[in-house]
């Protein structure tokens, strides 16, 4: 990830020049790698990153990793944005949106936790297999629900609401072609995709497409410019606009906000449930987030000045960090005891007893 941020970085110098809609864009997903890219990196790095994300040329989305929010307390649910305000008063930059991967499904709490975190936007890019896209245990009926369907998610209360949006074409669409070089085949995705819209009654003029080339985690597209760039001389429909999420949610809303349907209620989660499967470090991270909220409220009851922040924010990353969806190795299952996949359990394991003990 790190890798990917200054190649990114690089991109969007080398397309400075472009048309609008063809310059190379980044968006961050999360703000884990931010966090690590801004302690490791030089000054002069971290000040060209900021004139980026001030630009709009790196999109910063607000959320520390991608969570099981049905595994979070109350406060953490607010804790997820945590790094994005302190970003905000310490860079003097605004962040409106967040995102999540993989995920099918979020709790109710999050809406409110979120509009009260500065957050206006969800971009949701769930699980995404070609073959049974609108059912199967990695993402049930969740596609099929809201996939390409936009709303505004209201909160139990009624008076918070956020823009979500779920990319219909998951997060992978792209892991087995990439459009830079995909030869005359791009087209027939792309125009295959605007016919399924057409059949299904799409109401809107905008589509989301999460760009995510190879497989998880995977690297930029240096051919992504150009091939934007050639596509839009070329044709005058559909045009190709290569964007932050804020971007998108902001022109999308510009256009059809007025429009948009409202729902309120739970997107209920059910990921969840593999975290039983690990219940002693659950109950660890459960205990330690307890701990925490008291700790915090007795430390500003007695306004305690020798208590620094710090300490509570490396507390908090770690419970994010357990609670984050990624539960072992690809091999878990199949392989429980191979040594990879106990390697990456001890890692997971890791964040856990770091936040039982701080």
Not at 89 to 99: A, E, G, L, N, S
Not at 132 to 143: A, I, K, L, S, T
Not at 221 to 245: G, H
């Amino acid at each position: 990830q790190l890798k990917n941020l200054r190649d990114a970085m690089q991109l969007c110098r080398k397309t400075a020049a472009y048309p609008k809609e063809a310059r190379f864009k980044w968006n961050t997903e999360i703000l884990w790698a931010v966090d690590s890219f801004l302690t490791s990196s030089t000054k002069e790095e971290r000040e060209e990153f900021m004139a980026l994300v001030k630009e709009g040329s790196i999109g910063l989305n607000g959320l520390y990793a991608n969570e099981l929010t049905g595994l979070c307390r109350p406060e953490e649910l607010i804790r997820l944005t945590d790094f994005a305000r302190k970003l905000e008063r310490t860079y003097d930059i605004q962040i409106k949106d967040v995102m999540i991967t993989d995920i099918p499904g979020y709790v109710w709490g999050i809406v409110p936790a979120l509009v009260q975190g500065g957050i206006k936007y969800f971009s949701s890019g769930p699980n995404y297999v070609p073959t049974m896209p609108d059912q199967g245990d990695r993402v049930g009926w969740f596609n099929r629900a809201w996939g390409d369907k936009p709303f505004y998610w209201v909160s139990p209360s009624g008076q918070e609401k956020l823009l979500f949006w779920v990319a219909g074409k998951g997060y992978s669409w792209f892991h087995d072609w990439v459009s830079g070089k995909a030869g005359q085949n791009t087209g027939a995705h792309f125009f295959d995709y605007l016919r399924e819209l057409d059949q299904r009654g799409y109401p809107y003029d905008m589509i989301q497409l999460r760009y995510t080339i190879v497989a998880d985690n995977g690297p930029t597209d240096p051919s992504l410019p150009d091939f934007v760039k050639s596509w839009n001389e070329r044709y005058d429909s559909p045009k190709l606009v290569i964007a932050t999420a804020t971007q998108m949610f902001e022109e999308f809303e510009r256009r059809w906000g007025e429009k948009i349907p409202s729902h309120a209620g739970d997107i209920t989660p059910y990921w969840e449930d593999g975290a039983l499967s690990t219940l002693r470090e659950l109950g660890t991270v459960r205990r330690a987030s307890e701990r925490l909220v008291q700790a915090q409220a007795l430390a500003a009851i007695d306004g305690v000045p020798e208590v620094d922040q710090k300490y509570f924010d490396e507390a908090w990353k770690n419970v994010l960090l357990f609670d984050e969806h990624t539960w072992g190795a690809y091999n878990s299952v199949s392989e429980p005891d191979s040594p990879f996949a106990i390697s990456q359990w001890n890692v997971k394991r890791r964040f856990a007893l770091d936040a039982g003990e701080q």
